[in-house]
């Protein structure tokens, strides 16, 4: 089906009072098994490109960046539940922009070397280069370092931040944390203050590490997207090294490697990206909205 433009997904999401999950992919393979994690679930999702490593896997080199895209894109029209495509959380401005042309219909700029005006301003920017193609904005506000203090996002801050950019939807930092092994606590009181103050969808970054009863309570406070990265990671690499440490035939490498059938080292791993995708849209509340 045709990408559901993520102002729609987010307004069926409020309506129905749960988050959509985003689960970022890393190749075509993984983006190909959220989906199906997605469908098996019967629920809307998000998937996308990273604007944080899909420029360092490419070295830089932009002319390649059309066939990752594309391909993603294709990819999400062709599952059978609402998929929004988006290019998350890049610091480089150039690609930003480029992604507005890419076949993504939401897209991020983020770069914690800006100052917080060069953040206002270049996020207003990208506002209205977007809208004039159809393609939604996020942004965030707040540091999510998974080490070192938080710096909480502030309901003023976030209201100020919201009426001079124009963005759809705004990552916020209420005890959140990007990359993080332990659990955080996430404060459901100040995510309540904030979906009141910025009037957008609340985007809760660092997913992974949310424990399921306290994320339940910040959904119904008003987040409404909630970013995973790390979990689905953790499920792969774990079920790949267990396959790598079975007896295998190096003599057989092509059962092994691309096929898909029981001998595929890379099969289980797959499978337990599809399943967690599914399991998380429980906890979200997502699961059979589709």
Not at 29 to 39: D, F, N, R
Not at 84 to 106: C, H, K
Not at 241 to 270: C, F, I, K, V
Request: aromatic share 6%; net charge negative.
């Amino acid at each position: 089906m045709p990408l559901v433009p993520f102002p729609e997904l987010m307004a069926e999401a409020e309506s129905g009072g749960y988050a959509v999950g985003y689960f970022e992919p890393w190749d075509l393979q993984s983006l190909l098994a959220v989906l199906q994690g997605a469908e098996d679930a019967r629920s809307p999702v998000m998937v996308g490109q990273s604007g944080i490593f899909l420029p360092t896997m490419l070295r830089g080199e932009m002319r390649h960046f059309p066939a990752f895209a594309h391909a993603g894109r294709i990819a999400c029209e062709n599952c059978r539940v609402p998929v929004s495509y988006l290019f998350n959380e890049t610091p480089r401005w150039d690609w930003a922009i480029a992604s507005l042309d890419m076949g993504f219909n939401v897209t991020m700029y983020s770069n914690p070397d800006d100052d917080p005006e060069t953040h206002v301003l270049r996020t207003a920017e990208l506002v209205r280069r977007a809208a004039q193609v159809g393609v939604a904005v996020q942004s965030e506000l707040g540091s999510l370092e998974s080490d070192g203090e938080l710096a909480q996002t502030g309901p003023e801050e976030a209201a100020d931040f919201v009426r001079r950019t124009g963005v759809d939807a705004l990552g916020v930092v209420a005890g959140n944390r990007h990359v993080f092994t332990g659990t955080f606590e996430l404060d459901v009181e100040l995510v309540g203050r904030l979906a009141e103050a910025a009037g957008v969808p609340l985007v809760l970054h660092g997913g992974s590490g949310a424990r399921d009863d306290n994320l339940r309570d910040g959904i119904a406070r008003g987040i409404r997207q909630v970013n995973y990265g790390s979990a689905q990671r953790r499920a792969f690499l774990a079920c790949l090294r267990d396959s790598m440490n079975r007896g295998w035939d190096p003599d057989d490498m092509h059962l092994l490697l691309g096929t898909g059938l029981e001998q595929d080292l890379m099969r289980p791993a797959l499978e337990a990206v599809s399943a967690l995708v599914a399991e998380k849209c429980v906890v979200l509340g997502s699961s059979g909205k589709a």
